[in-house]
């Protein structure tokens, strides 16, 4: 009997493993599974399992004729017809052609927009602002990186602005070499009711700069990851961030808030349907509606009415304003709009968004600004909240407001990261530091051209525990011939020179007259060198000149009227805010409302938002910045009407700092009046001169999408001035005489 039983097992056990091996094959080990995910490439299309780790023999463009379409899953199919597993394995050493950068750098060119070619707002700002920065050029010959002229930003087939017959268009584009540098944007993919990633077209070899991608799709330091942002999005500028004070302890009337859409059926449904076991109507509210979509009603369950009925009493922005925490679940895509939301108002994010690519998740650290999330962990997210401690809500919430507008308040912004990631691919010698990103004023402002070394940067002194170089070089920028041994611009020469903290002095020569001969400078205890302006024009004198050693810069004009003993205590004060513009001639702005624009004032208030370049200490980086990050059309307008260049510069400083400059004393000389000795100087005393301040005020805010400049009633004076002590205890007192 037991051998008998013994026989049975034997026969089921032996037929159940021929069937096993007849039907499915044996299975590939874990190990070499993981090995394939580790690696980031996905499989390509499958013959029957038993043959799965070969690819199949026939070629691409002929498995549907063949009938071997029937043994590929619909995503596969998608993936083949698109070409995304051609791609798949793109990195930049194998899908980027560097020589095209090696002669120009690098340099961007934008297709030519064709008849007939329709393209939504939101690409039209793209595009725009590509052409507005410095990497943009009109000759594909001196290109490194096409950007296609085609809309790509939306690839759901079901939405009016999807472009049709995208793929023959971009076939038939004479540099389009199979996509290879190349970029493509693209917001929204994919259609109902799965919402894949595929665009509906193959983009080869070419970069992907998109929303909503996923770890899976996402080819490392090869696509970036973008934000989801509306066509409401400014182009340029962009609000300021919604947070205007920090309050302690950093605690908000809400602890955790949401309110959106709840999706019933299909894809992302699953954790917004779960978002009511959660919701406690005190410090966790979690808000959901059905009632969106025209067949909402058929669709209803159970609690569609009770939600619809609570989402109603709550105001979205209140909510968002109010709270400390944002939640921020997937919707139909991984992105959502309210990542954007949430960092303009200083709401912490709390991502739930499983297998998501953060935005620039390449240069940003979303430890610092964010929570991250797991879908499958919703009932632990208040816990998790609960316990994170005031010191880090608070700088959560300082960082978010710091990304927010260093690299997502505009359009441009966007774009500009989106650009500078790639930029630094390219030129890795020159990359960004994490560091130079992730701390104010952001990679945008921190142009590693000028040094990979943060201490060499005014606004990394603080951070890095360091102190600016105890020297200045005075630039004095020249205008008029010298004729006279009486001429103020000589007696600034040796006031300047008997400084202790000068190190040397430079004059800019942009008179039309030739060089004065050496001997007609005074003789100083300092060296003066003199160098003729580039081009005789007035953003020369903001050139990054190789002869300025120091990191601290004296820029005067030649009729300016120092003392010594002035240009040591503006030094002195400018050591300890060496980010800042500090000097003695201010000037203010204000907005007309009756003409509605913004408006230029030099009377004499207690209120300043600039201080003239004509007489005013500055770090030398701001050179190199004016001169390498400003379009040439601002620096063109400046030199047409030899005017603004200070303005301009004003701008530049407090976009980069998000502070007034610093004004020193009382001085009253200073007027904004040239020497009337030339034809060349006297346009400065022409009755136009306001005229074109105000018209460059304006010309200077449109471009930076803001006012940049800040308004500051503060003004430092020398210890113990005009008190009514002993002049004999006072280290300036010569100030108080002039």
């Not at 050493?93 to 939504?120: E, M």
């Not at 105001?315 to 709009?337: A, I, W």
């Not at 039309?512 to 005074?522: F, G, Q």
Request: proline content about 6%.
């Amino acid at each position: 009997m037991q051998a008998k039983k013994r026989y049975l097992i034997l026969v089921s056990a032996g037929a159940c493993l021929v069937l096993l091996l007849f039907l499915g094959g044996l299975p590939v080990p874990a190990s070499r599974r993981s090995q394939v995910q580790r690696d980031g490439h996905r499989p390509g299309p499958r013959w029957p399992r038993f043959l799965e780790h070969l690819q199949p023999f026939v070629p691409w463009d002929q498995t549907e004729s063949e009938g071997y379409s029937a043994h590929m899953a619909a995503r596969q199919k998608r993936d083949a017809s698109s070409g995304l597993n051609q791609g798949r394995r793109c990195r930049m050493d194998s899908c980027f052609d560097f020589s095209l950068c090696a002669k120009n750098g690098f340099k961007v060119y934008v297709y030519p927009q064709q008849k007939g070619d329709k393209i939504s707002e939101s690409y039209q700002s793209i595009l725009a602002s590509i052409e507005g920065s410095r990497f943009y050029t009109s000759d594909p010959g001196q290109a490194c990186l096409f950007v296609l002229s085609l809309d790509t930003l939306d690839r759901d087939q079901l939405s009016p602005q999807y472009v049709h017959n995208l793929k023959a268009k971009v076939q038939s584009l004479s540099l389009w070499n199979g996509g290879r540098n190349h970029l493509i944007f693209n917001l929204y993919s994919g259609t109902w009711p799965d919402y894949t990633e595929d665009l509906g077209f193959d983009i080869g070899q070419a970069m992907l700069a998109k929303a909503s991608i996923s770890m899976e799709n996402f080819r490392p330091n090869f696509d970036v990851s973008i934000p989801l942002f509306s066509k409401d999005h400014p182009r340029t500028g962009g609000e300021r961030g919604f947070l205007k004070y920090n309050s302690i302890p950093p605690f908000r009337k809400y602890m955790l808030v949401f309110k959106g859409k709840r999706y019933l059926t299909g894809i992302g449904s699953d954790t917004r349907n779960a978002l009511y076991h959660v919701h406690n109507s005190e410090d966790v509210v979690l808000l959901t509606t059905c009632k969106h979509g025209k067949d909402w009603q058929k669709h209803k369950d159970g609690r569609c009415d009770t939600d619809n009925a609570e989402y109603d009493k709550y105001e979205y922005k209140e909510m968002l304003h109010n709270s400390t925490f944002c939640l921020v679940p997937r919707g139909r895509r991984l992105g959502s709009f309210r990542f954007l939301e949430a960092l303009q108002a200083a709401c912490i994010p709390v991502m739930l968004s499983n297998g998501w690519e953060l935005p620039f998740s390449e240069v940003i650290d979303w430890n610092t600004a964010a929570v991250i999330g797991d879908e499958r962990l919703l009932l632990q997210i208040p816990s998790t909240t609960r316990s994170i401690h005031q010191d880090k809500i608070l700088s959560l919430r300082q960082q978010t407001q710091f990304l927010w507008e260093a690299y997502f308040s505009s359009v441009e912004k966007i774009v500009l990261t989106t650009l500078e990631i790639i930029h630094d691919r390219v030129l890795q010698h020159m990359g960004r530091s994490s560091l130079m990103w992730n701390n104010h004023p952001g990679g945008l402002f921190t142009l590693p051209q000028y040094s990979s070394y943060l201490g060499h940067f005014p606004f990394f002194y603080a951070p890095l525990g360091i102190k600016p170089q105890a020297k200045f070089t005075a630039v004095i920028h020249a205008v008029s011939p010298l004729v006279s041994q009486s001429q103020p611009i000589l007696k600034l020469l040796v006031a300047v020179a008997k400084s202790p903290y000068c190190a040397q002095i430079i004059v800019l020569w942009n008179c039309d007259k030739p060089l004065p001969a050496k001997h007609r400078w005074p003789a100083t205890s300092q060296p003066i060198i003199v160098i003729e302006g580039e081009s005789k024009v007035m953003s020369s004198r903001f050139v990054p000149y190789s002869s300025i050693l120091t990191d601290a810069v004296l820029s005067l004009d030649e009729d300016t009227v120092l003392s010594t003993t002035e240009v040591d205590f503006a030094f002195t004060v400018w050591q300890s805010f060496p980010e800042r513009i500090v000097g003695y001639p201010a000037r203010s702005h204000f907005w007309d409302a009756n003409k509605e624009r913004w408006g230029y004032t030099s009377k004499w208030t207690n209120d300043y938002s600039m201080v003239l370049t004509g007489a005013a200490f500055y770090h030398r980086y701001y050179n190199y910045l004016y001169t390498n990050y400003l379009p040439a059309s601002l620096k063109s307008m400046v030199d047409q009407l030899s005017n603004c260049e200070d303005i301009l510069m004003n701008f530049l400083v407090s976009a980069v700092t998000k502070m007034p400059p610093i004004k020193v004393t009382q001085k009253k000389q200073y007027k904004e009046t040239m020497m009337g000795q030339t034809t060349r100087a006297s346009r400065w005393a022409d009755p136009d001169h306001f005229a074109q301040r105000q018209t460059c005020m304006n010309k200077f805010a449109s471009w930076f999408g803001t006012m940049p400049l800040v308004h500051s009633q503060m003004r430092l004076d020398p210890i113990l001035f005009k008190d009514q002590v002993s002049i004999l205890r006072k280290k300036y007192r010569d100030i108080e005489r002039l």
